[in-house]
């Protein structure tokens, strides 16, 4: 697993790269399945920010399948748990009675299938895995992420709006808070997602 941290604008964010072939091609091999058992798609609730694309309404973690364990082992763990570390730092004294809690979907987007502006209310942090991307043309598909912090954009060192084009195995980390869309895209591309909480630890 490659990791390249970066700063966006003061905030920490970081990019992985991962290898995980079977596991990706179980979550597609999965995304066909619900599609042809016609799941239902959440992305035509009317408050859902996905808008042409196909995610099945279902978390994902939920299903028993060792692709999935070795998922939630091998990728989710790792990567949450150093975010969230490079988060509090030492600023909680109770994170040992905190833990961490996901969910995870996936997002088919087909030519012309975007994401408006949003944040994730509820979690801390948001993780997006790239597990398949036909070539996009130029400005499609990507994943743009919004500076919130707009007394920080003086003499433009942190510009407004930071433009990512995420290629396959590419897991981007980033707080759940800031704004972010994804700009239509020109080809089929699959992502996906992970959300994550920290909770009381209860005996
Ligand atoms: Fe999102």
Redesign the pocket.
């Known amino acids: 697993m490659k990791l390249e941290k970066e700063i966006l604008w003061p905030i920490d964010f970081r990019k992985y790269s991962v290898d995980f072939l079977d596991e990706s091609q179980y979550l597609i091999n999965l995304l066909v399945e619900l599609k042809d058992s016609g799941w239902y798609n959440s992305a035509e609730k009317n408050f859902n920010?996905t808008v042409k694309g196909y995610q099945p309404d279902i978390d994902i973690l939920k299903i028993d399948h060792p692709c999935i364990n070795s998922i939630k082992e091998k990728i989710i763990a790792p990567i949450s748990q150093e975010f969230w570390q490079s988060l509090i730092k030492d600023k909680f004294e109770t994170k040992e009675d905190l833990e961490l809690v996901h969910k995870a979907w996936l997002v088919e987007y087909s030519p012309g299938a975007y994401?408006n502006l949003?944040v994730?209310k509820t979690s801390l942090f948001?993780a997006v895995w790239t597990i398949y991307r036909e070539e996009q043309e130029k400005g499609a598909g990507q994943l743009h992420l919004h500076n919130p912090i707009i007394e920080s954009w003086t003499l433009g060192f942190y510009q407004e709006t930071k433009k990512i084009d995420s290629m396959e195995g590419d897991i981007l980390i980033f707080p759940a808070w800031i704004p972010?869309n994804v700009t239509p895209c020109s080809a089929k591309r699959i992502v996906f997602?992970w959300d994550t909480i920290a909770v009381p630890k209860y005996a």
């Open positions: 920010t994401q949003h994730h948001t972010h997602v």
